[in-house]
């Protein structure tokens, strides 16, 4: 059976949070020098996964203004909204937990590469959607997925290549969620399995399994291993249900497991985590309403031009009806 210890998830996947700003700064960069150099950041990819940036027609940037760039702060809240959408659309499907997280891990993962001024993440988010069915081995086509949610299924085929690259064919990934099973498993075991205790227990669990999904949506998986983000999970149920003393779970666990690791460490971790759950945000369409016309300008700026006609038509309209 494969083994976090010795996977790509921890060798090639585990980052600190100066790496990641650093990763998504050169992005930003990337794609601000595309629209400087084409006039959009819009990349045109071919279902081998091969790529290039599409040149606009008819000298399109030297007679318009170029479009603003993202920041990267709006690039970050564009892919929390993203994120959560991933969340709601597996739901919808009603796939499993383990589904969920693998999509989620690849979006995040994906985007250590690329800007969201490159590839809209919409598209992305499904592909990843698709991939994580596949790689957990819950068939469901592109065609049912895109019916599903009234898209076009053949972006979804046309980005996977892309996706899969990207990802450097890393796609066993390690949820939280089977840690958690078996912390919540010892739990029961360190107290005794008492009947008035189990459906305290499937409460915890189930609380616990929440706080997982919301852990999810953080930077903590490209930060910290499965098992830490399961902890911290467990810890913040336990908070909720009062009836389990982590702490003294937690130094039992760790005598009996990882002797040699001082407790103190651990919270370290712990903490950053739960300080990363307790700042989350979840970005509304309103939101991102803004960023996202950037975003269309950046893609393609003659949508920028369609798009104010439009409000001129508007306004010609309203004034006329006056």
């Not at 001024?117 to 991939?131: D, Q, S, V, W």
């Not at 407790?263 to 370290?268: A, P, Q, R, T, V």
């Not at 798009?307 to 038509?313: G, N």
Request: charged share 30%; aromatic share 10%.
């Amino acid at each position: 059976m494969a083994d976090f210890t010795t996977s790509t998830h921890r060798s090639k996947w585990i980052f600190t949070p100066q790496d990641l700003k650093e990763k998504y700064k050169a992005a930003n960069q990337r794609a601000k020098q595309a629209l400087e150099k084409y006039g959009a950041t819009r990349m045109e990819v071919d279902i081998d996964g091969s790529f290039s940036y599409a040149e606009p027609h008819n000298d399109y940037a030297e007679k318009h203004s170029r479009p603003k760039p993202l920041k990267t702060e709006e690039e970050k809240l564009l892919r929390a909204f993203y994120e959560f959408k991933i969340q709601d659309v597996c739901d919808a499907f009603k796939f499993p937990r383990k589904i969920q997280a693998t999509a989620l891990i690849y979006f995040k993962r994906f985007y250590l590469q690329w800007s969201v001024m490159e590839h809209h993440p919409k598209n992305i988010m499904l592909t990843c959607i698709y991939a994580a069915c596949k790689a957990e081995e819950n068939h469901v086509s592109a065609e049912e997925l895109g019916k599903g949610i009234e898209q076009d299924h053949q972006m979804i085929l046309d980005n996977e290549m892309l996706v899969l690259q990207s990802l450097g064919f890393d796609l066993i990934v390690y949820a939280p969620y089977r840690a958690l099973e078996g912390f919540v498993n010892d739990v029961e075991e360190f107290y005794g399995e008492r009947d008035e205790q189990s459906e305290m227990i499937k409460d915890l669990h189930e609380s616990a399994k929440v706080e997982v999904d919301r852990i999810m949506r953080t930077e903590a998986p490209l930060l910290f291993p499965p098992g830490q983000l399961a902890l911290t999970a467990l810890r913040r149920s336990c908070d909720v249900h009062k009836f389990i003393d982590f702490e003294r779970y937690l130094k039992s666990m760790l005598s009996r497991q990882n002797p040699a690791y001082p407790i103190s460490e651990f919270y370290i971790s712990l903490n950053a985590i739960n300080t990363m759950i307790n700042k989350l945000e979840t970005p509304t369409s309103k939101d991102v309403k803004h960023i996202d016309r950037k975003l269309k300008s950046c893609l393609d700026p003659s949508s920028h031009d369609k798009s104010k006609k439009r409000k001129h038509r508007s306004k010609e309209g309203s004034n006329e009806m006056q």
